[in-house]
């Protein structure tokens, strides 16, 4: 998946390895998590299979290494295209490791849960102020670029909703249960 993000993203303009782990990150986050060490990896195992070219760039007076410049190739092209007329691979679940510590916080602390909880809704809440600036400039882009983009958006605010919901319902719960549960440090799963 990652080899396709990058001949995506680099039909739009030429990038740095860094900018588009930046940008993937921040802009496709709703849809799949990356990791920094990814790639480096492909974009070298696409230089090999003539999928992307590379510039070496001198970094303007500053120290370090040359920075390398990444474009996407006539036959990167034709793979990209190929790619995307293939039926998708299976679909991917969603993957949020706060989800999977949420399923079990009924065996933590319960004086901590609802700030763990409005941590989460101002992680949440940073993303969507992100994205519906970014929108505008995804608006000037192709209509999927947009639709996706506002799919990250309704993503955002159904979590927060929901979160929102969550606190309150766990807040009932406790003060309704009058601590047999909490005592004994058992919880049904229902």
Known sequence: MIK???LGLLHYKDMHGYRIKEHIEQNFGHMWSINYGQIYPNLKKLYEDGLISMTEMNQNGEKGPT???YSIT????????????ESPEKPMLLRDPFLMR???YG????????????????????????RIKNLKKW????????????????????????????????????????????????????
Do not use: C, P
Request: hydrophobic share 35%.
């Open 67 to 69: 920075r390398k410049l």
């Open 102 to 104: 949420f399923v079990f």
């Open 139 to 190: 608006n000037k882009n192709s209509i999927y670029v947009r639709l996706i983009a506002e799919l990250g958006i309704n993503l955002n605010e159904m979590f927060i909703t929901w979160l929102k919901h969550s606190k309150e319902e766990i807040l009932k719960d406790i003060s309704d249960n009058t601590g047999t549960e909490m005592k004994t440090g058992k919880r049904r799963i229902t």
């Open 4 to 6: 396709y993000a990058i």
């Open 74 to 85: 006539g036959k990167g092209k034709k793979e990209f295209s190929r790619w995307l007329e």
């Open 107 to 130: 065996f933590g602390d319960n004086n901590r849960f609802d700030e763990i909880i409005d941590n989460q809704v101002k992680r949440y809440e940073n993303d969507l102020k992100r």
